[in-house]
């Protein structure tokens, strides 16, 4: 097995962020050394944190699968010698080019990006502390933003789509993507790569909460819905997708344990 995970109200709590109450299944991955793919979309330097609070040193895809970031210390990374700590493979557009087409929106649509923003917003939008606010601020290629007002959300995505760009919605924001380098994506090219260097087939476990993670739960051989924090299941249509009963690491942890038959 590849277990995928999306974090933001999945393997951590949606209000503190904690994974606390993932503990017993953290530990049995860890025990049984099945990998634990970080899905997300927060950034190279958010995630880089987290795995070591989490003590875990597996490959991980940031920015809602616009960057596949490889240790160069793995397994998998052992037939390049590579000097930087970590291998990139991406296919998206930059933050830069996803910010120019923002700023030229933003004249027509009322809408936000972090890129808009002071820490101290970010802070209060969040509610992360300020060293995490940060470095949810250091984007490479993905720009998360609120609307402010009405905003014509379809209209917008037309735009962005002529650039190439998609938007996709997660728990607290709207996110500008580059299309096509979506979740499902980052996964399939990420286990293909796991596949060709053990040379065996491997099964996809997935587990998210928004609609950002549909394509991932839909394309993962097991996929695991795990309610939002008001206990309601965001709204996807596919009856082979497991509905996890409990919200964020608590449901993680019970339904993970299922699969795996622990
Ligand atoms: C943003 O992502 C979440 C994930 O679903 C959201 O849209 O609510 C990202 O910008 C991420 O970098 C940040 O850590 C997170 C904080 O809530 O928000
Ligand atoms: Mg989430
Ligand atoms: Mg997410």
Known sequence: YLVFTDLDGTLLNHHDYSFAEAAEALSFLQKKSIPLIIVTSKTFAEVKLLQEKLNIKCPFIVENGAGIFIPSASP????????????????????????????????????????????????????LDEASAINAMKRDFTEPFILEGEVDIEALKKEA?????????????????????????AMKHLTHLFEEFLDKKMR???????????????????????????????????????????????????????????
């Open 76 to 127: 998998i990374a052992s037939s390049v010698d590579c000097d930087d700590p970590y291998i990139k493979i991406t296919q998206a557009q930059t933050y830069l080019e996803l910010r120019i087409f923002f700023k030229k929106v933003q004249r027509e649509y009322t809408i936000r990006g972090f890129g808009d923003m002071q820490v101290k917003e970010v802070m209060e939008l969040t509610s």
């Open 161 to 185: 789509m002529k650039e190439g760009l998609d938007i996709v919605k997660g728990g607290r924001f709207f996110h500008l993507v580059s299309k096509g380098q979506d979740k499902a994506y």
């Open 204 to 262: 996809m476990i997935a587990l998210g909460d928004s609609a950002n993670d549909f394509t991932m739960l839909k394309a993962a051989d097991i996929g695991v819905l795990i309610p939002l924090h008001d206990g309601t299941y965001a709204d996807i249509a596919d009856k082979t997708v497991m509905k996890s009963p409990y919200a964020g690491p608590k449901g993680w942890n019970k339904t993970l344990m299922e699969i795996l038959d622990v």
